[in-house]
């Protein structure tokens, strides 16, 4: 069963706004990541938080992560084009690769 | 480092065949694999998980005798979908993992079977 809950299903935005989406989980994890796929592609790894971790910065994405409330959230800043696809958290409970992703955000950035 | 390989990355076969696809590490020895399935405009759903030189574990719901994995070498895992038929068309994926760490993906297969 699909241990991660992603909000919202499909996001629109334009070029230059920011887009969020979250992820919710039930269990306990080692870590939790996000990954993006463009339509009928493999995946890109984005960021890899662990459960220590509060908050992680890689480029213009930003990961924060909220065990308290089993809950994580992936910002886009100054969104692009290029930005559009499917963006997917995944959790790995014990820490050695074994994932289970959420259902997924569809974005699609306009110019 | 970290490159995970699968080939193909696509396949059409026709009902009733069976098809092969590979997952390599390329630049580390893989203890640990596993199997994603992923249907149009879906979510990934593990399969199942290979170890090197034992039987997969596989998940609940996912017919093992339909799915054969084969995790022979520290670098090698395949997955043979038997006797394929229309609704086994999907996007297949694999990830690799060394020593209980984090998992790397190969970039997928997409299976046609027509």
């Known amino acids: 069963s699909q241990q991660g809950e992603e909000d919202p299903q499909a996001l629109s935005i334009q070029e230059g706004e920011n887009a969020t989406m979250n992820c919710s989980y039930k269990?306990?994890?080692?870590?939790l990541q996000w990954y993006r796929q463009n339509s009928g592609r493999g995946l890109v790894h984005l960021i890899l938080?662990?459960?220590?971790?509060r908050e992680k910065h890689s480029g213009r994405l930003r990961v924060t992560l909220d065990t308290s409330k089993k809950s994580s959230s992936l910002l886009i800043t100054a969104s692009r084009a290029a930005d559009t696809a499917s963006y997917f958290c995944?959790?790995?409970?014990?820490?050695?690769?074994?994932?289970?992703f959420g259902a997924g955000t569809q974005v699609v950035v306009t110019p | 480092g970290a490159v995970v390989s699968q080939h193909p990355s696509r396949v059409i076969c026709k009902s009733g065949t069976s098809v092969k696809i590979e997952c390599r590490s390329l630049?580390?020895?893989?203890?640990?694999m596993f199997w994603y399935r992923q249907f149009p405009k879906k979510s990934l759903m593990l399969m199942a998980t290979?170890?090197?030189?034992?039987?997969?574990?596989?998940e609940q719901g996912v017919e093992k005798d339909k799915f054969l994995i084969n995790h022979a070498s520290l670098t090698l895992s395949t997955l043979t979908v038997t006797s394929a038929h229309p609704e086994d068309s999907s996007f297949y994926i694999c990830?690799?993992?060394?020593?209980?760490?984090?998992?790397?993906f190969g970039q997928g297969t997409r299976l046609t079977v027509v």
């Open positions: 990830s690799a993992s060394h020593d209980y760490t984090e998992a790397f």
């Open positions: 269990t306990s994890i080692n870590n």
């Open positions: 938080i662990r459960s220590n971790e």
């Open positions: 995944a959790t790995d409970i014990e820490g050695w690769g074994k994932l289970q």
């Open positions: 630049d580390f020895q893989a203890t640990t």
């Open positions: 290979s170890n090197e030189g034992s039987k997969a574990t596989y």
